[in-house]
């Protein structure tokens, strides 16, 4: 994926992301443990998926409830940082005409796909899901 076309697809996820973020805030998405669900597996199979609770996860950390927002799912504090880290680092490299941001995607795409991280990286994810259908999210 060449520069231009990584930093469009970034910005556009940051403001769907955002987006979504203000749609849930505004509507009180934290408080319901229901919330409102577009997840299509939870949805066909009624088994929480691994990011399940990651939108509740966030309005917490937003309201400054950290207790909370571990509760709902720890990939929340992931996202958070993603969405105040990635367009403040986009907005510098377009500004400074640099690509720090794609050197560090690609390094970090390299560093994922060496099985000694990926495999540990993947049990996370799979005991997080095992957590969020205990919990019945």
Same mark, same amino acid.
């Given at each position: ?9 970034l ?5 769907? +992301?955002y987006?979504?973020?203000?749609? %849930? ?8 443990p229901? +919330?409102?669900?577009?997840? #299509?597996?939870?949805?066909?199979? @009624? ?5 399940? +609770?990651s ?7 937003? @309201? ?8 709902? %799912? ?10 105040? #880290? ?45 957590? %969020?259908?205990f919990?019945?999210?």
């Amino acid at each position: 994926m060449s520069r231009n076309k990584l930093y469009i697809l970034l910005a556009i996820a940051c403001l769907v +992301g955002y987006s979504w973020l203000f749609f %849930n805030y505004r509507s009180g998405a934290e408080t319901d443990p229901d +919330g409102l669900g577009i997840c #299509i597996f939870k949805e066909v199979t @009624h088994i929480p998926c691994p990011s399940c +609770g990651s939108t509740r996860s966030a309005i917490s950390l937003l @309201h400054g409830n950290i207790a909370d927002a571990l509760y709902w %799912n720890p990939i929340g504090f992931l996202l958070g940082i993603i969405l105040v #880290i990635v367009p403040l680092w986009l907005l510098f490299d377009v500004v400074l005409k640099k690509d720090s941001l794609y050197r560090f995607y690609k390094k970090s795409e390299a560093t994922l796909e060496q099985k000694k991280v990926a495999v540990p990286l993947i049990i996370l994810v799979l005991a997080n899901w095992i957590w %969020n259908i205990f919990k019945a999210l």
